[in-house]
């Protein structure tokens, strides 16, 4: 019943706070979920045992793999320390590069800035259907795991070199 109510409880948190962004969630609220999410991945995997270790995984995929190509790109790439905060990360360059150019400049800052959201969801939603449908067939979740590593890392690297896709490009 507890665990009802805080889903609930974040579900509310993102109904009231999106477009506009009323309420800040902060460092520490995005620690909670995603404490809050592997928790119950590692909690379903143990006690249903028929449940893919790579279930659990490949739903926080997007989160994780955007932490690690970060600290990837800062120190590697970039030559500056990974705990330093910039501006190239997936969202911000969606914000920069995408909705600014293909949704028109007549869309304030705000507007802008809460565009960039439904991208997100679709690139979540690749690691989440995937996950569903094949949630006890571990091969194809690695599969789909491996899938997505090599689609947003090259999505990445063609925004940042201004070669969007042309799916990213149409105007709505």
């Known amino acids: 019943m507890q665990l009802c109510a805080k889903i609930y409880a974040i579900l509310g948190f993102f109904l009231w706070n999106y477009p506009f962004g009323y309420i800040f969630l902060g460092d520490g609220g995005a620690y909670l979920l995603g404490f809050l999410s592997a928790s119950i991945g590692i909690l379903l995997?143990?006690?249903?045992?028929?449940?893919?270790?790579?279930?659990?995984?490949?739903?926080?995929?997007?989160?994780?793999?955007?932490?690690?190509?970060?600290?990837?790109?800062?120190?590697?790439?970039?030559?500056?320390?990974?705990?330093?905060?910039?501006?190239?990360?997936?969202?911000?360059?969606?914000?920069?590069?995408?909705?600014?150019?293909?949704?028109?400049?007549?869309?304030?800052?705000?507007?802008?800035?809460?565009?960039?959201?439904?991208?997100?969801?679709?690139?979540?939603?690749?690691?989440?259907?995937?996950?569903?449908?094949?949630?006890?067939?571990?091969?194809?979740?690695?599969f789909f795991s491996f899938c997505f590593v090599i689609f947003y890392t090259w999505l990445y690297f063609r925004i940042v070199k201004f070669k969007t896709p042309r799916i990213l490009r149409l105007k709505l």
Not at 105 to 134: D, G, H, Q
């Open 45 to 142: 995997v143990n006690r249903h045992p028929e449940v893919s270790p790579w279930f659990p995984f490949l739903l926080v995929l997007y989160p994780v793999w955007e932490t690690l190509f970060s600290i990837y790109r800062r120190k590697f790439l970039r030559r500056h320390p990974p705990h330093m905060p910039d501006a190239s990360h997936f969202h911000q360059l969606l914000y920069k590069r995408i909705t600014r150019k293909f949704l028109g400049r007549n869309l304030s800052k705000l507007e802008r800035n809460y565009m960039t959201s439904p991208f997100l969801w679709v690139m979540e939603l690749m690691c989440f259907i995937p996950a569903v449908l094949f949630w006890k067939d571990t091969y194809f979740l690695m």
